[in-house]
């Protein structure tokens, strides 16, 4: 069974950092790529983030583009997302998910919150 | 960045009733084009991908069509399970992904 499962949310203010990590099982993660996307408090989806399996390939949404940092470790299933600098605007549930086209599989999500 | 405009955005309807969504994009994507299904405090659950491809598992009330810059989700008789809000997205690049704005589907 495919488990993906966030952590790291909270509370941030304006300007700070965290990181959230993604717990991946029941994957060949090693050869799967995998991506962020978040979704605002009763907004719409959004693409963040992608990264390969090998990780010699990142991408980036023009709104967190070198604010955020997408990485991963493959000996631990493991998949990371830096944000830093962050804004209002950055809160939102964090979703992972297993690929870089389409998802056909999701993690439950983490809540950021970015206020003073 | 290419843009995905659904319509409608909001749309009641009966159990039974055949629904349509549909999803525009602002300059062709060929077929790169999924459908999502989401309900409120869950992930997305994938429905269909290269416009018309069922996801395993999906029931196949569920249809997807259309190709370039013009898509349709179809449900061909609607379900208590699929009151839902339902999504577009096009990976026609990988770096330039966006999704539409969603089409709530509420009971009427």
């Known amino acids: 069974e495919v488990q993906l499962s966030e952590s790291g949310g909270g509370l941030v203010q304006p300007g700070g950092s965290l990181r959230l990590s993604c717990a991946a099982s029941g994957i060949t993660f090693t050869t799967d790529a995998m991506t962020w996307v978040r979704q605002a408090p009763g907004k719409g989806l959004e693409w963040v983030s992608g990264?390969?399996?090998?990780?010699?390939?990142?991408y980036y949404a023009d709104s967190v583009k070198g604010r955020f940092t997408i990485s991963r470790d493959n000996s631990k299933n493991m998949l990371y997302l830096q944000m830093n600098s962050l804004r209002a605007e950055d809160t939102a549930v964090y979703y992972c998910?297993?690929?870089?086209?389409?998802?056909?599989?999701w993690g439950q999500g983490t809540l950021v919150t970015v206020s003073s | 960045d290419i843009q995905m405009t659904q319509s409608p955005s909001t749309l009641s309807a009966s159990v039974g009733d055949r629904v349509t969504i549909t999803c525009r994009a602002s300059q062709s994507i060929s077929s790169w084009l999924a459908w999502y299904q989401q309900k409120p405090g869950k992930a997305p659950n994938l429905l269909i991908y290269?416009?018309?491809s069922l996801e395993s598992g999906v029931p196949s009330r569920f249809s997807g069509s259309g190709s370039g810059t013009e898509f349709t989700l179809t449900i061909s008789s609607l379900q208590p399970d699929d009151f839902a809000t339902y999504y577009c997205q096009h990976y026609n690049s990988y770096s330039h992904i966006t999704f539409g704005h969603g089409t709530k589907v509420e009971i009427k």
């Open positions: 990264i390969s399996g090998s990780s010699i390939t990142t």
């Open positions: 290269k416009a018309s």
């Open positions: 998910a297993k690929g870089l086209g389409f998802f056909g599989y």
